[in-house]
Structures are given as C-alpha cells and as structure tokens.
Nanobody
Framework: QAQLVESGGGLVQAGDSLRLSCAASERTDTIYTMGWFRQAPGKEREFVAAIERSGHDTYYADFVKGRFTVSRDNAENRVYLQMTSLKPEDTAVYYC?????????????????WGQGIQVAVSS
C-alpha cells in the first residue's frame, strides 16, 4: 500500500510560482497513475491534474491549463506540480493521489491512495 507525502507548499504572492512534490513509498513506474487535487476553504475537493504512469499523457482541469504542469520522475518515485501565475483563488490544500489503474481519471473516487495534503496560500 503506497504512502504519499507532499512538500513544497507555502505562502506566495499573486503571480508567483511554486512547485509541489509528492514522494511515494513504492515504485511508481509500473503501478500508479498519479493525480493532484485541491480543496479550498468551504469548498469540495476538486481535480487539478493527473499523469499516467509512463508520464506521456497528462490531463488538466480547465482552470489550470497553461499555468500548471504535472510531471513525474519514476526513478525517484516522485510526481510534481509546477504552478505558475498563481492567483488568490488557487489558495487551497493540495493533495497528491495515486490509483492502481493505468488510465488517467479526474474522479476522486478512482484514487485509492492519498497524501495528507499541503497548504498553498496566494496573497493578492
């Protein structure tokens, strides 16, 4: 059973960039599709981005297209979320997630493993 640990969050200003990292306790190259979700205060958790296990295919929520990039390093068992042009509405707890299937999914219930989440705050 994979354990996921996020890092790289913090407080930044609007327009800044931030890179989140997710470390997996098990090999990611042959098993997991990885995703990022976020939950803003008072809102439900929502899909942000996902990457299939080889790293060739990615999928993004419309509100982050062109600003966020998801990538992975299977040699290091890590997945990253590079966030640029951050906005105050990007403020949320960001979660790393993994699923055993090979296909990308934006559905929260398709992911079996979750990190504890990390706070990202963007000031105006």
């Amino acid at each position: 059973q994979a354990q996921l640990v996020e890092s790289g969050g913090g407080l930044v200003q609007a327009g800044d960039s931030l890179r989140l990292s997710c470390a997996a306790s098990e090999r990611t190259d042959t098993i997991y599709t990885m995703g990022w979700f976020r939950q803003a205060p008072g809102k439900e958790r929502e899909f942000v981005a996902a990457i299939e296990r080889s790293g060739h295919d990615t999928y993004y929520a419309d509100f982050v297209k062109g600003r966020f990039t998801v990538s992975r390093d299977n040699a290091e068992n890590r997945v990253y979320l590079q966030m640029t042009s951050l906005k105050p509405e990007d403020t949320a707890v960001y979660y790393c997630a993994a699923r055993d299937g090979p296909l990308i999914s934006a559905r929260e219930d398709m992911y079996e493993y979750w990190g504890q989440g990390i706070q990202v705050a963007v000031s105006s």
